[in-house]
């Protein structure tokens, strides 16, 4: 079985306050644990959100297995409930994770935007969501996929669409009372990562091409 150490209490709080979020999104969700690569005792949470968009938390802390998929609600239930430093997550649900991450490299700096900006976007989109569900209970894809942050480097052009402002709502990340606090936006040639206070936000800058047999 799995075993979950966390030293520290606050840390223990911050990984289950970012599943609770997850699971409010989706009662059905899955929690990657992941140690990070050469990290000194770094832990990553993963997690695919309803709007496409993976995000991720990170705390001092070690699993066993170094990578394993749990249920979001057991995780929970191991962090709120059975409490202490080192813990039970669950059972490993390694087949239900579908989601691709990005390959660990050189993430190049693209800009930043206010959060407060970012905060007062997510919350119109969401408000053209609501007069706008799709057949599913969902936002309609287009709005979703609407390019509503552009942002840029010499070397590189990022168009943010709508879904990552949603998963950075959704998911709390985002503190709009702090003036000075930034949305980072960092890019790979594949991928766009959304660095806020309290988490980030992941998603490829081009769809994977499908196979064909």
Not at 2 to 16: F, K, M, N, S, Y
Not at 136 to 153: F, H, K, R
Request: hydrophobic fraction near 45%; include cysteine.
């Amino acid at each position: 079985m799995p075993e979950l150490h966390i030293p520290d209490a606050g840390d223990r709080d911050t990984l289950a306050a970012f599943v609770a979020r997850a699971v409010r999104l989706d009662g059905q969700t899955m929690v990657r644990l992941r140690e990070r690569e050469r990290g000194g005792g770094v832990l990553e949470a993963w997690v695919a959100t309803p709007f496409d968009v993976l995000v991720t938390r990170a705390v001092a802390g070690t699993v066993s297995p170094p990578d394993v998929t749990v249920s979001g609600n057991e995780l929970l239930a191991a962090l709120t409930v059975a409490g202490g430093e080192r813990m039970d997550p669950g059972p490993p649900r390694d087949l239900y994770w579908q989601s691709e991450l990005p390959m660990a490299g050189t993430w190049q700096p693209v800009d930043e935007v206010p959060a407060e900006v970012v905060a007062k976007l997510a919350e119109r989109g969401a408000t053209v969501a609501r007069d706008n569900v799709g057949p599913q209970g969902t936002p309609p894809a287009s709005l979703m996929d609407q390019t509503v942050v552009t942002v840029s480097s010499e070397a590189v052009q990022i168009k943010v669409p709508m879904r990552c402002l949603f998963a950075l709502s959704g998911m709390g990340f985002l503190d709009s009372s702090r003036p000075d606090d930034v949305v980072r936006v960092t890019a790979t040639d594949s991928w766009m990562r959304l660095d806020a206070r309290y988490g980030a936000a992941l998603r490829r800058r081009h769809a994977l091409l499908p196979l064909l047999f």
